[in-house]
């Protein structure tokens, strides 16, 4: 994960050297253990409170958690297409934010989308991914900002992204900080530090999608 589309080989794209076995890209399948603990925290963080649209999130990050340890792990049949659907469905249910009535049809139409693209043409479900995923952004960044949201968590969101960018970009299979069979894999990097951000935005999403100060 969050990588964007799916390469012809699983976790091709990638990195890590591909191995035989159950976890194919070992350090790649640990690393989205982040996702599933990021969304664990958000659900019973919120569940508490009764936040109902933030504990959706909380499982729809465990299901990106999943699907990409099973996209980096044994790779079943199928789960290209469930590890960008999971992508999709938190990308599109991020994006619809400010304005929940269309959350639910915002994740079916990012879902199908991205179907249909790589259907068309293999891969191409990615830039649909990275078009929603800025449109998320956006749209969670000025949820958050609107009610004085507290600086260091500002600070922390962004040093966390700042981070995480190059990795995705620099640590792909044939750029400049990428070494396959190295334990320190820049996509793993990635994973966490992604889910540090996406833990931290949600302590200051409340259901009603205006952020709220917690301190």
Same mark, same amino acid.
């Given at each position: 994960?969050?990588?964007?589309?799916?390469?012809?080989?699983?976790?091709?794209? %990638?990195?890590?050297?591909?191995?035989?076995?159950?976890? /194919?890209? $070992?350090?790649?399948? !640990?690393?989205?253990?982040?996702?599933? !603990?990021?969304?664990?925290?958000?659900?019973?963080?919120?569940?508490?409170?009764?936040?109902?649209?933030?504990?959706?999130?909380? #499982?729809?990050?465990?299901?990106?958690?999943?699907?990409?340890?099973?996209?980096?792990?044994?790779?079943?049949?199928?789960?290209?297409?469930?590890? %960008? /659907?999971?992508?999709?469905?938190?990308?599109? #249910?991020?994006?619809?934010?400010?304005?929940?009535?269309?959350?639910? @049809?915002?994740?079916?139409?990012?879902?199908? /989308?991205?179907?249909?693209?790589?259907?068309?043409?293999?891969?191409?479900?990615?830039?649909?991914?990275?078009?929603?995923? /800025? !449109?998320?952004?956006?749209?969670?960044?000025?949820?958050?900002?609107?009610?004085?949201?507290? $600086?260091?968590?500002?600070?922390?969101?962004?040093?966390?992204?700042?981070?995480?960018? @190059?990795?995705?970009?620099?640590?792909?299979?044939?750029? $400049? #900080?990428?070494?396959?069979?190295?334990?320190?894999? @820049?996509?793993?990097?990635?994973?966490?530090?992604?889910?540090?951000?996406?833990?931290?935005?949600?302590?200051?999403?409340?259901?009603?999608?205006?952020?709220?100060?917690?301190?």
């Amino acid at each position: 994960m969050i990588a964007i589309g799916a390469a012809s080989v699983l976790g091709g794209s %990638d990195c890590e050297a591909i191995a035989d076995g159950l976890l /194919a890209q $070992p350090v790649n399948a !640990v690393s989205s253990l982040a996702y599933v !603990v990021a969304g664990v925290a958000i659900v019973a963080r919120r569940s508490l409170a009764g936040h109902r649209r933030t504990v959706i999130t909380g #499982w729809l990050v465990i299901g990106v958690g999943v699907s990409s340890i099973l996209y980096h792990g044994p790779g079943p049949s199928g789960v290209a297409f469930v590890h %960008d /659907a999971a992508i999709a469905a938190l990308l599109g #249910w991020l994006a619809a934010w400010r304005h929940p009535t269309l959350a639910g @049809p915002g994740v079916v139409a990012v879902v199908g /989308a991205v179907a249909t693209a790589d259907a068309v043409a293999p891969d191409s479900g990615g830039l649909i991914l990275v078009a929603v995923g /800025a !449109v998320a952004a956006i749209a969670v960044a000025v949820a958050v900002v609107e009610r004085d949201p507290p $600086p260091g968590r500002l600070v922390a969101i962004g040093a966390l992204l700042a981070a995480a960018a @190059p990795c995705a970009v620099l640590g792909r299979t044939g750029g $400049p #900080w990428c070494q396959p069979g190295s334990l320190l894999q @820049p996509h793993a990097a990635w994973h966490v530090l992604t889910a540090a951000a996406v833990w931290l935005v949600t302590t200051m999403l409340p259901a009603g999608g205006r952020a709220v100060r917690t301190g």
